[in-house]
């Protein structure tokens, strides 16, 4: 498969921090890869770089051979890259099926006298925004919720709500920002059979930050691993689990020693 990401020296600096510093990075397509380490250790920030949040200080990222450093998010959202949050957020006083609407937005063409006067192409736009939100919705779970505002669903499924939107912006790449963060073990064990469905399904290529080792080691296709903005490891979910670099970064110098100690 060819690299659809691909990070060259790329560094993020605010200030004096170096948030991200000279991270080479290639992602290929359809492939799923984690991005792990430490709090701190520049995965957000590499995030943010990525789908024009930050530009980066230095270096150069191509997504599919455009260079899109200092790109701005909705450029980078008509290229085909979508991303969900750390913290979820969804439009809580809007309903599902308005939250979905709105990630397909920059998809419609439909100018200001267009969507006053409801001309027939808009109105088979819109009926075409219509059913294809539908179908997303049903997709993720979701359905029976469509005029349920979004602040009203239990957590585990504002979860879904969020890719549902991130997929009506037709994404080529999907960033999944801790996606099982504060789940419970079966919806964890749901949204992990979900992001591997995501690719299978869509051919999607999927970039992950996530802490639950068990979600990475059961999901990636390659896992890198960051701390203090520097790349220490990177490899297949194997390999890293036996990396002692990766081990020292989480557990500690001394627990290392204990761990080589008992072998």
Known sequence: MAALLEAKGVSKKFGGLIAVDTLDFILEEQAIASIIGPNGAGKTTFFNVVTGFYKPTTGTVLFNKHDIGGRKPNQLTRLGIG?????????????????????????????FFGAVLQPPRVRREEQHAYEEAM?????????????????NLPYGLQRR??????????????????????????????????????RDDRGLTILLIEHDMHVVMGISDKV??????????????AQIQRDERVIEAYLGR??????????
């Open 83 to 111: 991303r969900t949050f750390q913290t979820i957020r969804l439009f809580n006083n809007m309903t599902v099926l308005e939250n979905v609407l709105v990630g397909m937005h920059h998809r419609l063409h439909a100018s």
């Open 135 to 151: 179908g997303l919705l049903d997709y993720v779970g979701l359905k029976g919720h469509e005029e349920d505002f979004a602040k």
């Open 161 to 198: 709500l969020e890719i549902a939107r991130a997929l009506g912006t037709d994404p080529k790449m999907l960033l999944l920002d801790e996606p099982t963060a504060g789940m419970n073990p079966n919806e964890t064990q749901d949204m992990t059979q979900f992001i591997r469905k995501l």
């Open 224 to 237: 890198t691993v960051l701390d203090y903005g520097k790349k220490i490891a990177e490899g297949t979910p």
């Open 254 to 263: 001394r627990a290392l020693e204990m761990l080589k100690h008992d072998d």
